[in-house]
């Protein structure tokens, strides 16, 4: 076999494992307590929990959750990419023809709303004047 016929037929190797490889499928979970949470992801509204979502990169999201009676919770939560995610082990991941669902879960606990009384309010500015 001459080496142009090797160059081809290896391209053509590659385009194929290409073509029918297999993929991987990222979906992360989020749950609250309690449930029925309005869920917003990078500043992007994701619905109402529990809500799964498709995602396509791993690294830090800013999360917010909000629900009437209950305190909004700011935060942010890292998704660590699974070790055949990472270089060398990616060049093969993509060679599997299995499809590979890379599945997360984050839940979320909301502390109720604290409502202050109006003596608290009045206290809290007075201390706050005296700072001035």
């Given amino acids: 076999m001459g080496k142009r016929n090797l160059v081809v037929l290896t391209a ?35 619905g109402a929990s529990p809500v799964t979502v498709s995602f396509e990169w791993y690294g830090d999201y800013d999360v917010r959750i909000s629900k009437e009676g209950y305190e909004t919770l700011k935060t942010h939560r890292n998704l660590k990419a699974p070790w055949y995610d990472n ?41 706050l004047k005296k700072q001035l």
């Fill in 87 to 127: 270089f060398p082990f990616d060049l093969f991941a993509w060679l599997n023809p299995e499809r590979v669902v890379d599945e997360y879960e984050w839940t979320f606990e909301l502390a109720p709303k604290k409502e202050i009384s109006r003596e608290e309010l009045i206290q809290n500015a007075e201390e």
């Fill in 12 to 46: 053509a190797g590659l385009i194929a494992a290409i073509i029918l490889g297999g993929c991987v499928e990222r979906k992360l979970t989020i749950n609250t307590q309690p449930q029925g949470a309005l869920v917003v992801l990078n500043d992007e509204e994701i």
